[in-house]
């Protein structure tokens, strides 16, 4: 995506969605709950909200900035992986700066996390993966 990108072209309604920071924290509020958790116990009391609001109003000043949300269909989404159940894709546009910040969270699998959809080759057919398992 190039910096000088019109957001505001005719057609980028049908790719992007205007949102305001009051929409993408409560999504991130929502979807992020064990993540802020755990960074809160990490970070001795740090939100990792803040943190992110710190960092990006560092870089595109967010009260100047123009948000956007992406939410393809599953099947079209170039940037999903293998084992993502869920993604959020946000882009903060700063036109003035012409700066553009993509922010994107998902979640994984469980399974992806212990590794077993990360060589489709060993499982033929998707009963494999449960072959030696007790049911």
């Known amino acids: 995506m190039y910096p000088d990108y019109d957001f505001s072209a005719v057609n980028a309604h049908q790719f992007f969605t205007e949102e305001s920071w009051d929409s993408f924290k409560q999504i991130f ?3 992020m709950f064990e993540a802020s958790r755990a960074w809160i ?11 992110l609001y710190k960092a990006l109003d560092e870089v ?4 100047e900035c123009e948000i956007y949300s992406y939410d393809p269909d599953s099947d079209a989404d170039p940037s999903l992986e293998k084992g993502a159940i869920w993604s959020f894709n946000f882009f903060f546009y700063n036109r003035k700066l012409k700066r553009v910040v993509s922010f994107r969270f998902c979640c994984f699998s469980n399974l992806v996390a212990e590794g077993f959809l990360m060589d489709d080759s060993s499982y033929e057919e998707d009963g494999e993966i449960f072959d030696d398992m007790d049911m």
């Open 29 to 31: 509020d929502s979807y």
């Open 41 to 51: 116990e990490e970070n001795e009391g740090s939100s990792l909200l803040e943190t």
């Open 60 to 63: 595109v000043k967010l009260s």
